[in-house]
């Protein structure tokens, strides 16, 4: 073991379902907690994020249009691949960020329970949320969430695996397709998250990851016409408010988040509300 | 078809005795009328007659509501039970509906709409909004958003011109009931009912502060938007407005409802009840002379029934009775203001100029007042700017379509997605429409109903938040987890 010369991984972007490199060439530095060398994950361009949202937009309404009981099972399977690759992720975490090995099994186990309570909610978000109307008039009138559509995202800093897991879940729980922007400090496990994605049934585009930094990609993320929704809670709050601004051009939902309740899923849903006349 | 249709009603004006009009309005503010500094006329539209003159409100004026708002909150409102703030919304939805003929009356002379409108449409529901969300005030905690929502605080509320007194009700109505104070303003252009429900709060015995009237421009809502004192903005109007609110509150904590506009495509298939979808069409764009946001102001006809339905149409259209909106058997009132007017008329000539054909309805225009004939414009494309930009007048947009996928691709092709028309007979068809609409409310095979139960409000650039039912009282809620 000792004089084997190990095999290392090339920490690539994910995109519509593919490990691309950026377009742009660029790459940074990622060093372990103790200082050592560790990576050259990519540093994700504005184009890079352009071909992503192509992909997300283009898979989106496949994705929604999967039975809530599929999209169900499909989460289920992320946290299934992800149980299978404990060991690995651990590992990682412990690398990047130097954390004990206890502390990171708990994360991993925390990301994978994630993974199976969000994948109950697919087929139960609409009964809690949806509304049937007693309105004053001969209408059959309901209100059920629907898919917002493209939603960005960027992870927090730390914790890497977790953070990452809690945003993406919530938005592809509604039907939505998701860019997420990774941890800049600690890429690893979000990029082998990916691998977990690539492997769990998950449509090619309904879920792309980039690497980068945060305050080059997240203002284009908040700038970027076809995107509809942007959860920012993986950012100072001190950036928020330009970002909104930014969003504004074209009414983007911008949230951040403090904890993973329903209301999380729901944020990026909209309420569709439809009356039909009752007579002969 | 092209002959006049001579079907003579004889006048049946309402009596206009009902309302007395002071000749000068102040500002409603900590449960008084105080009298404004600057004034600006408000005029019939339909006449051009001055009705009053209105009080511009400016930073002492804000600043003064916003104070009294506070006070109201702290010291009576947000201690008050739900129970005893819920009666007096009851209270408050009785007086409407004992008054109802004074405000239908008002709203017409103010606006323009037509009596029958104001009559059976915007006063009876504003009612009703204040009586439904009465019985939420003391059941918040059912409400889906924890057991303990708290309200906002004071909210500021700004209002569009074209349902005056009902948008009030949307706004004012949810945020009471959650417990929030409000400081309101009216549209510039119609104040009056505004002003008149500031006297149904006095008979309510509403306690001073709750709710506070500023009348002016939109000078007047930028000082709302951008007070310190305010921790929830819920504004009706433009898209463009809109975005400028959204900036404004972006580096803020204040929480955001938006309701702006719409390019709702109205799709009619060739399984529809035609003479059904005809009237629905037709009640779709012409429904207060077009100063809907949530107007059908594209009609998407399968191609196969064109000839037949514009026929039809036009038919029907030559029927709209056009003129004095006192008539209670006028169809079509008044348009709002000059400045409406100019910019209908502006965009519909776009419509010329990019190729597009006009038909308007033959009628006689009343010499006074400001008027816009029925009018549907033929062979649109999806680039002209009269298929794009919202109109907000008496003017429909046909375009036509071969397969339902590119119904709805046509339907879904705006940055716009307030509401949506349906017309089909079969019911997997209309169902799988309204999946496929991108658009906040769907009306399969009716349109442009509305009702205090039903959350109202659009995806994309149409705006944030719902209004009504239990989604929209949320919007005046703390609780969500997100910010």
């Known amino acids: 073991m000792s004089n084997r010369i190990d095999v290392k991984k090339t920490y690539k972007l994910f995109i519509n379902g593919a490990f691309p490199r950026t377009e742009s060439g660029r790459t940074y530095e990622v060093k372990s907690a103790k200082g050592i060398f560790i990576a050259n994950p990519c540093l994700a361009s504005r184009k890079d994020l352009k071909d992503a949202v192509v992909a997300a937009r283009a898979a989106q309404s496949g994705w929604n249009k999967a039975t809530a009981y599929n999209k169900g099972q499909i989460l289920y399977r992320i946290a299934e691949m992800l149980e299978g690759r404990r060991a690995q992720f651990v590992d990682e975490i412990v690398t990047s960020t130097g954390v004990t090995k206890i502390k990171a099994e708990k994360e991993v186990t925390e990301s994978v329970d994630r993974l199976v309570w969000y994948a109950g909610w697919t087929d139960k978000i609409s009964t809690l949320a949806g509304a049937l109307n007693p309105v004053a008039g001969p209408y059959y009138n309901f209100t059920i969430p629907e898919s917002m559509g493209v939603i960005a995202a960027v992870a927090p800093e730390t914790p890497s695996l977790l953070g990452l897991i809690e945003a993406i879940a919530p938005i592809i729980v509604g039907g939505n397709s998701v860019v997420i922007l990774a941890s800049t400090k600690a890429p690893l496990s979000a990029m082998s998250f990916a691998e977990v994605i690539a492997t769990s049934d998950v449509p090619a585009g309904v879920i792309n990851i980039l690497t980068g930094k945060k305050d080059e990609i997240a203002p284009w993320m908040a700038s970027h016409m076809d995107i509809d929704g942007f959860d920012i809670s993986g950012l100072s709050a001190k950036k928020h408010g330009e970002l909104k601004i930014a969003g504004a051009q074209n009414l983007k939902r911008i949230y951040s988040f403090k904890s993973a309740d329903p209301g999380r899923i729901l944020a990026f849903m909209e309420n569709k509300t439809v009356w039909h006349p009752i007579g002969l | ?483």
């Open chain 2, 1 to 483: 078809m092209e002959e006049k249709l001579s079907f003579e009603y004889a006048p049946a004006p309402e009596s206009r005795a009902v309302v007395s009009i002071k000749p000068k309005y102040g500002h409603f503010i900590g449960g008084k009328f105080v009298a404004g500094s600057k004034h600006f006329p408000t005029i019939n539209p339909a006449t051009e007659e001055v009705l009053s003159q209105i009080a511009l409100a400016g930073k002492s004026e804000v600043d003064a509501a916003v104070k009294a708002a506070r006070k109201a909150y702290t010291t009576t409102w947000s201690k008050m039970s739900g129970k005893e703030r819920g009666k007096y919304l009851f209270r408050i939805a009785r007086i409407m509906q004992e008054r109802a003929r004074e405000f239908a009356v008002l709203e017409t002379l103010d606006n323009g709409k037509p009596i029958r409108e104001s009559r059976d449409v915007d006063v009876p529901l504003a009612a009703a909004h204040f009586f439904y969300h009465a019985g939420w005030a003391d059941k918040l905690e059912y409400a889906g958003l924890g057991t303990t929502p708290k309200p906002h605080g004071v909210a500021g509320q700004i209002i569009p011109w074209n349902f005056p007194l009902l948008m009030l009700a949307w706004k004012v109505a949810p945020a009471l009931a959650a417990g929030n104070t409000v400081v309101l303003k009216p549209a510039e252009t119609t104040s009056l009912t505004a002003l008149l429900f500031a006297e149904v709060c006095q008979q309510a015995e509403l306690p001073a502060g709750v709710v506070n009237i500023v009348t002016g421009d939109g000078t007047t809502g930028a000082l709302i938007v951008n007070h310190p004192g305010i921790d929830k903005i819920a504004f009706t109007g433009s898209t463009e407005v809109g975005k400028i609110i959204a900036r404004a509150v972006a580096p803020t904590h204040k929480s955001v409802t938006l309701e702006l506009g719409g390019k709702a495509a109205n799709i009619v298939f060739d399984d529809a009840a035609i003479d059904e979808a005809v009237e629905g069409i037709v009640n779709g764009i012409f429904f207060n002379q077009g100063h809907v946001c949530c107007a059908g102001s594209r009609l998407l006809l399968q191609e196969s029934i064109e000839d037949e339905f514009l026929e039809k149409l036009k038919i029907r259209m030559a029927k709209i009775r056009v003129g004095d909106p006192m008539d209670k058997n006028t169809d079509l009132g008044a348009i709002n203001s000059k400045e409406q007017l100019l910019k209908i008329a502006e965009l519909s000539a776009t419509g010329d100029s990019e190729g597009a054909q006009r038909w308007s309805t033959p009628c006689d225009l009343p010499s006074k007042g400001f008027w816009f004939a029925p009018t549907i414009f033929t062979g649109v494309t999806q680039a002209h700017r009269i298929a794009r930009e919202e109109i907000f007048g008496p003017v429909l947009s046909v375009l036509t379509f071969r397969t339902p996928q590119e119904a709805i691709d046509k339907a879904n092709n705006t940055p716009f997605g307030l509401s949506a028309g349906i017309w089909s007979e079969k019911g997997s068809k209309v169902l799988w429409s309204s999946q496929q609409l991108r658009a906040g409310v769907i009306w399969a095979n009716t349109f442009n109903k509305f009702d205090p139960t039903s959350p109202f409000g659009g995806y994309k650039e149409s705006g944030w938040g719902r209004e009504g039912g239990r989604h929209g009282l949320s919007a005046y809620l703390k609780g969500v987890s997100h910010e």
